[in-house]
């Protein structure tokens, strides 16, 4: 395990977790705004964009824009966490590999050890 393929998932995990809040976000504001009292409420929806395809008077049953985006920063969170967990068999084998390191010195340095020479 090479300290650069270390350095690249560090640098893939902090990807997937910033993929991973950047999903939170939308889902967040949609529940918030489904929480408050409904003054508070339309202020909250109305950060999230019309999309002019979900037209109450063309589908029967129109859910608010924010469901959609709610839906897709669910999908966002799941990709940044299977990004993270993608991360982990290298975190794992590092971890062994500095373990292993640790466990050599304790029982190849001992104080009374006598080295073996050629005298």
């Not at 949609?30 to 008077?57: C, K, N, Q, T, Y």
Request: net charge positive; no cysteine.
């Amino acid at each position: 395990m090479s300290p650069w393929s270390t350095r690249k998932a560090i640098a893939a995990e902090v990807f997937g977790i910033v993929v991973l809040l950047a999903g939170f976000l939308p889902v967040v504001i949609f529940a918030l705004g489904m929480l408050v009292p409904s003054a508070e409420a339309s202020a909250m929806l109305g950060l999230f964009p019309d999309i002019p395809w979900l037209d109450a008077r063309k589908v029967r049953w129109a859910p608010h824009a924010g469901v959609a985006f709610a839906l897709a920063g669910l999908i966002v969170m799941l990709l940044g966490a299977a990004i993270v967990r993608r991360q982990r068999p290298v975190f794992d084998a590092a971890r062994a590999r500095r373990l292993d390191a640790q466990r050599r010195v304790r029982q190849y340095e001992p104080a009374n050890r006598i080295e073996p020479t050629l005298n």
